[in-house]
């Protein structure tokens, strides 16, 4: 096992580093869905039930935006400090959701915590890379999956569980005690700062990353934002920033995403079919139980039931690629499997609406288990694929983008095949639309996506 954590730590304090690498990555992915559940009694308590949605999608927006900052960030301050202050802002932001008198004090603290979950994220990806070689990193995925398995089974059913029991302050209380674990088991073994980090910082191409991105996550998070007047105006505004981005890249003496990145063609695919694969997996995934309870006449009970089928597969092939990655290592075959079954599983979800009876459950189950491996599989091998193509001195931002890119694609997504389900005016005809559009976004994802002569070669074995 390669570790570089800059100061010497033993492996005691390594696999302490690991275990809060993935606590911190659970407590930032398991917040979203806890608190999801508990939106009801959220809007009762504080008497404002018809703005709780809010309460998601500030979490949502600075979660996003502030990716590739944390990513940068920690290519010049290094890992360890990035993940303590991101600790900390978590925790706070949490004792202030846990305490907030209002909905608009709500919505404000949930800001703040999207901005430490964040780095919590971004932490965990660039972290493992560091800290581990090729090998390890391809044994060690399988936790980072079931890490995000998990927040999505238990999420749900323990904000549901908080808010009928002991409250929903609750939800955001819980944290705290998490984050003091964290924060004592990873402050040794983490990568410290590296000798030859540059300094300086882009603000200018941070203020455009916050502009463009926060326009993107609120069409995607918000279908009245995104049905209404003000859709084409934030789009607008998302596409000059992003034309004003890529001109302060090019000329800023530290820039946020260095446009050397682009220059390995194996991490500019990476990132490209992140994107796409954000678009169509992350996207879509509003609309699948509309079209599973269409096809199938299931209730609302009934059909949240089914989607365990998708975290099913999510986790049943995170097993299967821990097994197997470990003698076939190659990346990119792994990673265009994935796109593969994600073709498969959108496109069988896609005929359900039309199906009916007893095989409209079936063809459901099986698109939805389809779908989550697709997910699972783009996400483990693209991520460790990203890790083994980026230069040391920038591979924090290197992460981020990667992040960034699924995080800001699934936002895209959402939004765009929300506008095609209201532009289709038979609803039934519109899920089956979005769901192909998917699908056909996949396709399109395989001729961009990396090639074998694209990534690195494995290392050779002792």
Known sequence: MHVSTGVGAPRRAVEAAFAALLLGMLMAQLDGNVVVAALPAIGADLDDPDAVAGVTAAYLLTVTVTTPVHGRLGDRLGRRT?????????????????????????VAARALQGVGGGGLVVSAVTALGEMFDRAERVRRQVWVTAAFGVSALAGPPVGALLAAGPGWRWAFGINLPLCAVALALGLRGLPGRRADAGRGFDVVG??????????IVLLGSSEALAAGPAAVPLLLVALLAAALFVRVQRRAPAPLFPPALLAAPGLARTIAVTGLGGV?????FTFVPAAVAAGTGLGTGAV???????????????????????????????????????????????AVPWTGGQGALV?????????????????????????????PEAFGAAMAALTFARQLGGALGAAALGWLLLAVPDRTAGLTAVLAVAAVVLVAALPLAPRRADEPPPPPTP
Do not use: D, E, K, N
């Open 82 to 106: 990035v993940f303590a202050a991101s600790v900390l802002v978590f925790a706070l932001g949490s004792a202030l959701c846990a305490l907030a008198p209002s909905l608009p004090t709500l």
């Open 206 to 215: 941070t203020a455009l990353v916050v502009l463009g991105g926060g326009c």
């Open 280 to 284: 169509a997996l992350f996207g879509s």
């Open 304 to 350: 949240g039931a089914t989607l365990v089928a998708l975290t099913g597969g999510q986790l049943a092939i995170g097993l299967v690629f821990a097994a197997l990655a470990r003698r076939w290592s190659r990346m990119v075959p792994w990673g265009r499997l994935g796109l593969g079954a994600g073709v498969v599983g959108l496109g069988a979800l896609a």
């Open 363 to 391: 063809v459901a189950v099986v698109g939805m288990a389809l779908t989550g491996a697709a997910l699972g599989l783009c996400l483990q091998a693209y991520t460790l694929l990203g890790q083994s193509c980026a230069p």
